[in-house]
């Protein structure tokens, strides 16, 4: 297997010229953020990943997690790893400095995460753990339950788990039935079981503190009568130190077809009497807090789609370079390496327009959460703030659905050997299958885009997106090099344009009509959302070249852009047909024809 | 996981309204084909599947083959099922009476390997190695070594392999290194190593008749100079007994991502004094032999795209039917099954309509084959025989693609516990991987499409296809429920003439142009051969109606046409626009880009 490169000047570029670095690092609170301070963390996160994650990657998915009467073992070196990735300080890089993070903006913190995905997915997924549930407290624990738990949350002393699915509660949380019984101190006793819960037992730290969705006795039926508890694995005394074990246990793990480093457990809470645990916020506003908490975990699987394509990707050329088969289809030549037989070259170039369309993507979305966060022009972060919750739908649905295609097509770029476990392709391809599934659905992440943002605000969000995108179709249209980029861009957000309207129009009386057009909308809008960012890639790449900047790294990143503009731009025109023609087709299917 | 139900109302209508099972069965040679006969088979393979291979294939993905010193262990069950497999003469079912076959039309046989397929696929490969094997040796081999071995291998009382690839002769046979070196006896002494021989080894059957690629020693260099030998693993009497064990063995197998039950070998010939073969045919054709038998092996790898999408889409529905979760969008209802929420509709319906276009276009195809080798009218046996060869690319390239996107939206309607490899959904995800690879990948199948058949005839058969094409398309336009259909026919016909005259008018200036666009054009004629084809099917229904039929079969079978046309048609027109002016991107795409 090749070795992982980190991507660090495509990081770079997309992170200067295109997600706003510079001028995040001048909002209040994100001045740590310079640009050298930047680059060393770059340099040295790829580091990380490339010498300590990515060695033990193969070896986790071979060997996977074992479970024995309790006890869940990783795989062998993820405890070393753990041990040097809580050292070093990476797991608080973007929390709060008052409970021992650096305080950077999400923007630092995007390229970083996507470094350990790419190296090491299934490793990654613990101490990103810690960081979805060190949000959660800080969005809604009281000061108490903060001073007890978030310093070691947030050194990654102790682990953390987020436990809301159930058997009968997957998408549905309204299903949850774990229950929480006050007791006299204040605190309550937790009964239920758990599923799919990542890393809900393991040795690798000392303690492991689990966020628990559970209902109180009188809480109201269905969403709104769900409760957040936290429920350490040991009790923790009055002075911080450890005390007996909670009535909480592992009792299996699943055998999964990917991710087997990241052991998945069912969860047992209450088996003796029951799990103490403490209400976090108040009650019955459990949900409330998860979906806070969501958002930001669903930015961190649309990255993970990022990172095993970049992965896949890098595996994928070195091979193509490498493997020597076949005649020169032009020349005739014979000898040359499988990159230069044109459908390889397409395969290899149409993975890599993907992959800077997700990251010019993620990355300016990243940029968003800061300036929602920090910008103190209220207009500018409120229409930042109105971007991201239109367009997090996108950043995970369309991410991991594209994720999943570029880690397809680095196996086809290996043919045979694809197929075959010891080169080491397929696990990306396997670790990716879950991807479109955890934290929602691509279903319910287009239902959550067309359902809950698009048809309650009107479609209002989506039109000052096209605003936007129209301006950058505009630029390219005056720049005779990049014109005829311009005008598909154009068409398509006319046609993006014509499809919302359709949705709006049909809302109302055709709903189903509508919700089945939702996934081909998610991917309609993504592919025009790529267009947009690609397109203001070569906009970037030409200013500098008119300041001039003459290096074939420019020429490469509009070589990528025209790839992009040839290739899958394309796809928006028939998923603009199909959103509008193809739903009443499934709304009107009949029984007798499954 | 849910019984496989071999759909046998989806087959007959099929073979009989389109593929035309009536007018095969009065071919010469075939007129043992009658329907009742036709569908007493295809309902004993529908329990043979359901009863002997379905049960043991979850079991065989589990444990796999093993390797021991030269021994290869299949899993537990294979014997079993491949006793009662060859005692019930399933193996001889299309191939000749005379050395043991039942003789019957490739119309019937394609149905009935489909079953094998979505029951056991990866069972399904040892026999289906037998008829190619004896497919090869019918049209290339001297009486002896037929009447050595044919009668054998029809009866499936030894084995049969495939010797083609090298390490360093994947896609380009060319490269071929086994050499063959001539013993006075008129036999051969093979010296060589061969990789990814499907069931190379294995103890169950007595003997294994291995169809080995190689190099006699004054061969010219390239395709020109492969010859084809027979090569047992025991030596074979001339009384027809087993006599001493030839020098071949098998030195590992593969650790692959799917299709663990059929061990993937490597094979080394002659490493103690050469192993004992004999030539097959004339010297220096063994290339041109196996491609005739290519074709068919081609045919059928496209028919497992066709049962891994069928048994994945069966189980993926029960799971729908059963799994209770979330409230309908419209209604708001709750404690409803998922199969109603739009976005799992519209999945279901469209693997359904994606099925019936693969299994019509292959049953077409099947019966063409029958046409073309015994029908008496010589005009339409050739033009049969001229729509097979431009074709076959498609049967193979695309329905192995379309069943791969099949397979994968299955474990979507599965949501999380399509990760579980417990739920049983992984296994065709998986299996299918290899489809899109062995036998030619994907852009070998495009290469040879656009390379080797349309531009070598300067598109000739593809403007008869199109008027056949247009001929449905005014059909649908005549029938006012169907015109619409129709008219996104005749538009994509346009369209498809379109990309044709593309390629032709720059095949030879830019075939690095021409060559990127191969694979985008495979799926443009692939999906447009979807949408001629579900036409048929749509004529066919209403046709029926028209006579009085008035069941809710055919309206289902309707619905689901409406689905394609809806939801998978519109494709096409953006695939005419990346073939047209997606190619220059990746001819251009510079060494920076990368």
Redesign the interface.
Known sequence: MSDYIAPLRDMQFILKELAGLDAIGQLPGCEEASPDLVDAILEEAGKFGAGVLAPINQQGDVQGCTFDNGKVNCPDGWQEAYDQFRESGWIGLSLPPEFGGQGLPKLVSTPVWEMWVSTNMAFSMLPQLNVGQAEALLTAASDELKQTYLHKVVSGEWGSTMNL?EP?A???L??TRTRAEPRADGSYRLFGQKI?ISYGEHEITENIVHLVLARLPDAPAGVKGISLFVVPKYLVNPDGSLGARNDVRCISI?????IHGSPTCTMSYGDEGGAIGHLVGEPNRGLEYMFIMMNEARFGVGVQGLGLAERAYQQA?AYARER????N??TGE?GQPI?H?????????TM?ARILAMRSLLYTAAGWFDQAHHSTDQAAADKYRRFIDLLMPIAKGWSTEVG?DVC?DA??VF??M?????TGI?QP??DA??I???EG???IQ??DLV?RKILRENGATLREVLVDIRAVAAELRADSELAALGAVLEADASDLEASLDWLLANGRER???V??G???FLHQLGTVCGSWQMGRLALAARRLQAGGDAS??L???L??V??W???LA??A???A??VQ??????????????
């Open positions: 699915t009968q997957g998408s549905d309204a299903a799919f699943e055998h999964k077809m990917g050329l020597v088969q076949g005649r289809a032009v014979s990159v037989h044109p459908d390889v070259k397409r395969m290899l170039l890599k999943n397809d196996i086809q043919g045979g694809g197929f075959v476990e010891e397929a391809f396997r299958r879950i479109t599934i955890y659905t691509t279903g287009a239902n359902g709903l189903d009509q919700l089945a939702a996934v081909p074939p790294y020429a490469g990143l070589s990528v025209r790839v503009f040839g290739q394309p796809q025109g028939a998923l047909r199909v023609n193809g739903g009443d087709a499934i709304a009107e299917g009949v029984d007798a024809a499954f």
